[in-house]
């Protein structure tokens, strides 16, 4: 087995092991592998090994990677901070959209999603810890973008995403994590057809699943830490 594919099995592990401690179903929480900065070697290593959900970060790499990668099944999920000028190839490549902030960004998302596509599936991202630098929307402006998003033609509004300042305290961890949950169950109690929570990542995955997380963005714990150089 390749390095990678060892890694892959020890984070499946590792999912499996806190939805038993945890109470949640097996197979309840999705891994996304992100490969921000990773070569395409990676990605077909990791999808040779049974993945086929990824994500990144940054338009034009993940653009590259979506092209390239046509025709190998896999699904494309963009995670990262989204400028208005940047959403037409997003909206053109991708299947899912984690990172929707403001009203712009879904309107433009939505009209340029290609026809003959399904309607992109997306999540609003909310900036829970309050933390000024974080992309995501304030808690209090959550509710109205959801009702907004929800109403776009070509998006498909699927939940909540939020990447909670790093803490090494598990209970510090949960708490954005439930914050999250909360929300989102106050969303469907409206009304909205919710099903998932983006939240969690190599250093607070256990935390994340104990709160509720439906899906968790793996990219160190997979493919390494990453090189920016
Ligand atoms: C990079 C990134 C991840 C993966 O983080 P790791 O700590 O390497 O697992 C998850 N989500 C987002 C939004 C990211 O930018």
Redesign the pocket.
Known sequence: MSAIADNLQAVRIRIATAERLYGRPTGSVQLLA?S?TKPLADVLAARAAGQTAF?E?YVQEGVEKCRTSAGQALEWHF??PLQTNKTRPVAENFAWV?SIDRLKIAERLSAQRPPELPPLQVCVQVNVSGETSKSGCAPATARDLCHAVATLPSLRLRGLMA?PEPSDDFAAQRRPFRQLRELLEQLRAEGLPLDTLSMG???DLEAAIAEGATLV?????IFGE?NYA
């Open positions: 992100v921000k994500g970060n995670i990262g984690h990447i990542m190599t250093h963005r793996i990219g160190t714990a990453r």
